[in-house]
């Protein structure tokens, strides 16, 4: 169970955001206002080398210092729709962000990409090299990509979901980014984050595939790590069947979770019936 409870933060009046973070943005952050005071932080640049627009080079995210309390992502995740930062808790200890080893693309870039077409690529990539065992994972889809999942009613207020579940991730002791975002899902290509870069080389797909489950499912993403991602779902599936369906795009999304965890689709979709927190690792 995710835990509840939550302590309203003291606010100051709205003021400008502070230059650093301003230049997180095209336009120059220019109206966007905040009325949380952050602790100690810095933006996250990139190294030079991984930069993919040096024309456009700027600064990734904002990263605090130091591990952040629940209730200070709870006030800037309501704070979002003026402030145009969507707060993620990142893992701690020496981790890519940390050197500024972060690929960063513009969220216009993930406008491309459509879930149904990103998973019929990995589904026919992996059925040429698959053996018959590991052509049983996939039953009872086999080679045939079912392509996207049906949404799913809606059980609770999605932010609410997300501030409980941030809560639980905090007593983990992590710091906390801030993305100069739309909507949480890009702040995977947004900041550059490189975890799944061994399954698919360019991440912006991901953040396509986020995006569509915050439509279809509630899904917020929460937290983040060098290999890792959390994300609450305000939606999730009540029946094996529809459950069957979301583990065939979860397996084209990140197949570590189904092919070193559960170990199988039908396995992995009895996991995730009703389930309000989706975790991705990869290898």
Request: glycine residues 8%; aromatic residues 10%.
């Amino acid at each position: 169970m995710i835990g509840t409870g939550s302590v309203e933060m003291a606010q100051r009046q709205p003021r400008r955001l502070p230059p650093e973070l301003r230049g997180l943005f095209d336009d120059g952050g220019r109206d966007r206002v905040l009325s949380v005071d952050l602790p100690p932080g810095e933006v996250v640049w990139p190294d030079p080398t991984y930069v993919r627009w040096p024309s456009n080079r700027r600064a990734a995210f904002w990263l605090s210092d130091d591990p952040v309390t629940a209730e200070l992502w709870t006030a800037l995740r309501r704070e979002h729709p003026r402030s145009g930062l969507w707060p993620v808790l990142m893992e701690d200890s020496v981790q890519p962000w940390s050197v500024g080893q972060v690929a960063p693309d513009a969220a216009t870039e993930i406008d491309h990409f459509q879930v149904g077409a990103f998973m019929e690529e990995v589904w026919s990539d992996w059925i040429e090299r698959a053996t018959e065992d590991q052509m049983e994972m996939l039953d009872p889809y086999g080679p045939h990509c079912p392509g996207p999942a049906d949404p799913a009613p809606v059980r609770c207020d999605p932010d609410d979901l997300a501030d409980r579940y941030a809560a639980v991730l905090a007593e983990r002791g992590m710091p906390l980014g801030l993305a100069a975002v739309t909507r949480g899902a890009d702040a995977l290509a947004v900041m550059g984050w490189q975890g799944a870069i061994h399954h698919n080389e360019w991440n912006v797909p991901l953040a396509a595939v986020v995006r569509s489950w915050e439509d279809r499912y509630a899904a917020r993403l929460v937290g983040m790590g060098f290999n890792t991602l959390e994300l609450t779902v305000a939606a999730p599936p009540a029946t094996l069947q529809h459950a069957l369906h979301i583990a065939a795009e979860h397996w084209t999304f990140c197949p570590d979770a189904i092919i070193q965890g559960a170990g199988s689709l039908i396995d992995y979709a009895h996991q995730i019936i009703d389930k309000p927190t989706w975790s991705f690792w990869w290898d």
